[in-house]
């Protein structure tokens, strides 16, 4: 494979390993934040049950938030799970892609003091969904120029490997 396109490759993967770290950092001091802000907080109608959390599989970034909801068994024993809060498209033609989540689905499970945070955070988070759809994007293109290259060459490369 040309070295060319190898090192555009380890840049691209590269950086979405840069967005994950900046993404993982944001999700810490959600989590600082909500712990602290919870602990002050007696009322449990009045605390942040929101989860962000942060994955990456292969070349994809996930980040999403969860609703935090507690259960009590009937042995007493609490415990807790967790609701996945999906992205709605609100575009009636529902073509559009979306990066970021309806703000009055977030604030369901948030309180009136948290919610600038929750703002601060969800606008990064959608920055760092876009960057790294783009990235992945360039990676499946990179892969598909890769197998065209390796194709002219004689080489046979299965559907998905790079040269």
Same mark, same amino acid.
């Given at each position: 494979? #040309? =070295? +060319?396109?190898?090192? &555009? @490759?380890?840049?691209?993967?590269?950086y979405? %390993?840069?967005? /994950?770290?900046?993404?993982?950092?944001?999700?810490?001091?959600?989590?600082?934040y909500?712990?602290?802000?919870?602990?002050?907080?007696?009322?449990?109608?009045?605390?942040?049950?929101?989860?962000?959390?942060?994955?990456?599989?292969?070349?994809?970034?996930?980040?999403?938030?969860?609703?935090?909801?507690?259960?009590?068994?009937?042995?007493?024993?609490? #415990? =807790? +799970?967790?609701?996945y &809060? @999906?992205?709605?498209?609100?575009?009636?033609? %529902?073509?559009? /892609?979306?990066?970021?989540?309806?703000?009055?689905?977030?604030?369901?499970?948030a309180?009136?003091?948290?919610?600038?945070?929750?703002?601060?955070?969800?606008?990064?988070?959608?920055?760092?969904?876009?960057?790294?759809?783009?990235?992945?994007?360039?990676?499946?293109?990179?892969?598909?120029?890769?197998?065209?290259?390796?194709?002219?060459?004689?080489?046979?490369?299965?559907?998905?490997?790079?040269?």
């Amino acid at each position: 494979m #040309d =070295t +060319r396109l190898e090192m &555009i @490759r380890s840049t691209l993967e590269s950086y979405i %390993g840069e967005l /994950l770290e900046q993404a993982e950092e944001t999700a810490r001091r959600f989590k600082d934040y909500t712990v602290k802000e919870n602990g002050v907080r007696k009322k449990w109608g009045n605390q942040n049950t929101l989860l962000y959390r942060v994955r990456r599989e292969n070349n994809s970034l996930t980040l999403e938030w969860y609703h935090r909801a507690w259960r009590t068994d009937a042995n007493g024993n609490r #415990d =807790t +799970r967790h609701h996945y &809060i @999906r992205k709605r498209n609100k575009n009636k033609r %529902g073509t559009d /892609l979306v990066y970021g989540y309806d703000m009055d689905d977030l604030f369901k499970f948030a309180p009136e003091w948290s919610r600038d945070r929750v703002v601060e955070v969800e606008a990064e988070a959608k920055s760092f969904r876009r960057q790294a759809h783009y990235c992945a994007s360039m990676l499946i293109i990179l892969g598909r120029l890769e197998r065209y290259l390796a194709e002219l060459e004689g080489v046979e490369l299965p559907e998905g490997e790079t040269a």
